[in-house]
């Protein structure tokens, strides 16, 4: 009996079973560990193991393959393309972590970059689209960048289009009035933690705390009816005040409001960022950490689900998503675009010197060449990615990360998402912590044989 190459068989964390996964196939299951003795064994029966996918010959392997690759192909063509644009790398924020320290910020942005911008998007980006503005911190709270950042946001409303802004959110309030002027689609704003602890990583520039004025901004948006994505960004420094930040959230009410969402996102090495790196975190070992918290305080989970690789999504949709054949979606279904005139491939590269593949002002052009070795980065041209039955689930993680280390597109920022899927399925399926706000378990799918 030779499994696919795709079925994974991991341990499930704290626990004596096992979770069984096929992505191509896309099934999974919770074995006891009498089933995996038999298993491993060659003593199961095939024939479940055949009808679930964990069992597939050579050629029937290879046609899923193919035909979920050409799915995948597909459904990329044919999806929303995000398009970033920074207005400057300027920042009003002095971050212990940013990676953005050693970005050239000369030059200023003028109403023509602007209405170039657009004329480009419009004539290049055929495909549904939006835009999200980012930085440096696009909110600047001067007059001059007021009357810039309206009229983009008059140009978005003359072509249809709607809008994200990333930003600190220290002027979020202030620019309410201009940001209802647009379709917002969210506003992503960062907090790290409760008060002193926020404060002690992410100041204004003069060490001024920043806290009070985020909060009052993440409350003023949700008052007009503005989507927030709240964000933290978590290393070893803030990661035990997680439970008290969801419960802050909580207490604000900002969970019960459905235009509020929030995700978590690990402080690593990009760039010019961390000269210290004793406070990060490998991505396995922060949501280790995570899973502790969890147990240890549920209500964790009213703030946020996190995603355990495909283990929340099984839970809450009771199946399996499609195969992952690319993580980045750089120059595929994200540009980034800045004030200079340049175009770069995505947001991790963007204003990052020798990574642009074109511009859009004073002149168009782009690199075909440069674009072409973007487009085809995915699982099926990183040699790695080939041999690893973790693939499907990775999409050979991100691009801009794998370049940034091994000086390569066309190698893999490989993912734990074994041990992810091993934690995820014993916070959801195994410990049975209620995860809403009534305090109870609503999975529709039970993972098991």
Not at 29 to 50: H, S
Not at 351 to 363: A, D, L, R, S
Not at 405 to 427: E, F
């Amino acid at each position: 009996m030779k499994l696919s190459h795709y079925t994974i068989i991991r341990k499930i964390h704290d626990s004596d079973n096992y979770v069984m996964v096929n992505p191509l196939s896309r099934q999974a299951d919770i074995i006891v560990p009498g089933e995996m003795e038999a298993i491993a064994n060659g003593k199961f029966d095939i024939n479940i193991l055949k009808q679930k996918g964990y069992v597939l010959d050579e050629q029937e392997e290879k046609s899923l393959f193919r035909n979920a690759y050409l799915e995948f192909l597909d459904r990329r063509d044919n999806s929303e393309v995000q398009i970033f644009f920074v207005p400057w790398y300027a920042c009003n924020f002095a971050c212990s972590y940013c990676y953005q320290a050693g970005y050239d910020n000369k030059g200023l942005l003028t109403q023509e970059v602007i209405d170039a911008f657009f004329a480009y998007i419009t004539t290049h980006i055929t495909k549904p689209k939006y835009i999200t503005l980012f930085g440096g911190e696009p909110l600047l709270d001067y007059p001059a960048a007021r009357k810039l950042i309206s009229h983009f946001i008059e140009k978005a409303k003359d072509h249809s289009l709607s809008l994200a802004i990333v930003t600190n959110g220290f002027t979020l309030g202030s620019y309410i009035d201009i940001l209802k002027q647009a379709s917002i689609r969210e506003v992503q704003v960062t907090l790290d933690g409760t008060k002193d602890v926020h404060n002690a990583r992410r100041f204004a520039k003069g060490n001024v705390p920043t806290f009070d004025a985020i909060v009052t901004g993440i409350d003023d948006a949700l008052a007009q009816n503005i989507p927030i994505n709240l964000r933290v960004v978590i290393d070893a420094e803030n990661i035990s005040d997680l439970p008290h930040l969801a419960q802050f959230a909580i207490d604000k009410g900002w969970t019960r409001n459905p235009l509020f969402k929030t995700q978590l996102g690990r402080n690593y090495e990009l760039h010019y960022c961390q000269a210290d790196n004793s406070k990060l975190l490998s991505r396995a070992s922060l949501y280790e950490k995570i899973y502790k918290l969890i147990i240890q305080h549920p209500h964790i989970l009213q703030f946020h689900k996190p995603a355990y690789s495909i283990s929340k999504f099984l839970f809450e949709q009771g199946t399996i998503p499609q195969p992952l054949f690319d993580a980045c979606p750089g120059c595929k279904t994200e540009w980034a675009f800045d004030y200079t005139g340049k175009i770069y491939p995505c947001t991790a590269m963007v204003g990052k010197q020798g990574e642009e593949v074109g511009t859009f002002y004073p002149n168009i052009s782009l690199s075909t060449t440069a674009v072409e070795e973007w487009e085809k980065r995915d699982i099926t041209s990183i040699h790695e990615c080939q041999h690893c039955s973790l693939s499907l689930l990775c999409g050979g993680g991100c691009a801009a990360v794998a370049k940034n280390k091994h000086g390569n597109l066309l190698k893999p920022d490989c993912r734990p998402v074994d041990q992810l899927l091993s934690m995820g399925i014993s916070l959801y399926f195994e410990k049975g912590i209620p995860i809403n706000e009534n305090n109870e378990a609503n999975s529709s799918y039970n993972c098991s044989m």
